[in-house]
């Protein structure tokens, strides 16, 4: 039995043409490879959103606790049982979020002022030029009447590569997460 030839070059095909050939043919662990090559990024992309469903989910509990924290200065319980900054945040802003963020990472940040025109260009940035964030903790729980800020911030630590969450993130690599709170204080 005679060998074909190629009919361009009238040359027997090599064996290494002869095994690529084979090789595009055959479909065995086609489903294995492709999945191989796709489980990574897919896996990758689905914890990425994931975590961002944490990360809300963290940051809109944060917000609600500040809130309920707030109250408590806005009618002067604060004033009243004479709490102290370690109190507020360890007693009001982190019971209900112990589950989800560690209190000793929690910074809160109340400050005082006399109009609520004060507070523009008043408020200290907690991120610094080198995107580190620098923790505030001022504690002023004012008077009656007085016009308060309350703000919290929490360093989240992500998990999940940061070309997947599109998110700006400090110099570390972390989240910075944050609630404020802007009032009035009542005439307590």
Known sequence: MEKTKSPETGKRPSRWIKST???RKDRK??????????A???????FAILEQGVVFFAEFS?????????????????????????QFKNDLVCPDLAVMLSCGSLSVDVRTFATFADIAGALDDPVNSDNE??????WEPGA???VMV????YEWNMLTPTAFTHMDTLANGNRLISATMTFRNEPF
């Open 40 to 46: 990574w990024p897919f896996l990758a992309i689905m």
């Open 133 to 138: 964030f620098t923790p505030l903790n001022n």
């Open 62 to 86: 944060l917000e609600h606790n500040v809130a309920q924290a707030a109250r408590q200065i806005r009618t002067g319980e604060v004033l009243d049982n004479s709490i102290t900054s370690a």
């Open 150 to 153: 309350v703000r919290a911030f």
């Open 29 to 38: 662990g086609v489903a294995a490879v492709e999945m191989a090559l796709v």
């Open 144 to 146: 009656q009447l007085s």
């Open 21 to 23: 050939k084979r090789f």
